[in-house]
C-alpha cells in the first residue's frame, strides 16, 4: 500500500539546536516529495519539494531535506532552530505529476526558549 | 486571484443540516482538491479534479459527501445530513497541473456540527 509515515507525533527542541524531522514513505516507483508547515489556525505552507536530480533539497526558512532512495526516506532537517518554528510539519508524496497527496500523521514540534 | 480562497472560514451548524462550503482556486489551475483535517485522523483526502476529467471520488466518506466543480473554477463541497463526527477543517487546494509548481492551500473552513 502507498503511504507515508513520520514516526516521531512530537518532537521537543531547545532554541539554537538542530532539528531533524524524519518521514519514510511507500511507493514502487520514485515519489514526489513534499514538506508542508502548518502553525495554529493556519493553512498549509510548502516548505520544499523533490522530483528528481539532486538528492539534497533546499527549502524555505532554511530547511532542507534529503531524498534517500535506498531508506525510502525524505527527512527534513534544519541546524538551528528560531522559536517562530513551532508548528506541525506534514511529509506528503504523490506519484504522479498531478495526483492527490497522500500525507503522514504530522509532527509537532514545540522549541523551548 | 492570489491565493486559495475558502468560505466560510468557520461554520457552526446543527446536526442533520446540510452545508457548503465554497472553494476559489488560484486562476488557472487546472487541478483543485479538498482535504479533511480532524484529530486522529490526520489530513484525508476527498475528492480531485482535474481538467474536464471525472473527478476522483475515491475518498468521500459517505454518499453524504458531494463536490462539484464549475466552470472549471469555483468548487463547493456539500455535506447533507451533518452528523458530529462531520467536524473537522476542511482544506482546499490547487494546482497548475504540473507539481513542480507544488499545491497551494487555502486556509481552510471549520465544520462544527452541534
Known amino acids: 500500500a502507498q503511504s507515508v509515515t513520520q514516526p516521531d507525533i512530537h518532537i521537543t527542541v531547545s532554541e539554537g539546536a538542530s532539528l531533524e524531522l524524519r518521514c519514510n514513505y511507500s511507493?514502487?516507483?520514485?515519489?514526489?516529495l513534499f514538506w508542508y508547515v502548518q502553525s495554529p489556525g493556519q493553512g498549509l505552507q510548502l516548505l520544499l519539494k523533490?522530483?528528481?536530480?539532486?538528492?539534497l533539497v533546499q527549502g524555505i526558512k532554511g530547511f532542507e531535506a534529503e531524498f534517500k532512495r535506498s531508506q525510502s526516506s525524505f527527512n527534513l532537517r534544519k541546524p538551528s532552530v528560531h522559536w517562530s518554528d513551532a508548528a506541525e510539519y506534514f511529509c506528503?508524496?504523490?506519484?504522479?505529476?498531478?495526483?492527490?497527496?497522500?500525507f503522514g500523521q504530522g509532527t509537532i514540534l514545540t522549541v523551548h526558549p | 486571484g492570489a491565493g486559495v480562497s475558502q468560505s466560510p472560514s468557520n461554520k457552526v451548524t446543527e446536526k442533520g443540516k446540510d452545508v457548503e462550503l465554497r472553494c476559489d482556486p488560484i486562476?488557472?489551475?487546472?487541478?483543485l482538491y479538498w482535504y479533511r483535517q480532524s484529530l486522529g485522523q490526520g489530513l484525508e483526502f476527498l475528492i480531485y479534479?482535474?481538467?474536464?476529467?471525472?473527478?476522483?471520488k475515491s475518498g468521500l466518506p459517505s454518499d453524504r459527501f458531494s463536490a462539484e466543480r464549475t466552470g472549471g473554477s469555483v468548487s463547493t463541497l456539500t455535506i447533507q445530513r451533518t452528523q458530529q463526527e462531520d467536524s473537522a477543517v476542511y482544506l482546499c487546494?490547487?494546482?497548475?497541473?504540473?507539481?513542480?509548481?507544488?499545491?497551494?492551500f487555502g486556509s481552510g473552513t471549520r465544520l462544527t456540527v452541534v
Open positions: 487546494a490547487s494546482s497548475s497541473g504540473t507539481v513542480n509548481y507544488g499545491y497551494t
Open positions: 511507493y514502487g516507483a520514485t515519489p514526489y
Open positions: 523533490y522530483f528528481s536530480g539532486d538528492t
Open positions: 506528503a508524496f504523490t506519484g504522479t505529476s498531478y495526483g492527490k497527496l497522500t
Open positions: 486562476s488557472g489551475h487546472t487541478a
Open positions: 479534479f482535474q481538467g474536464n476529467s471525472a473527478p476522483d
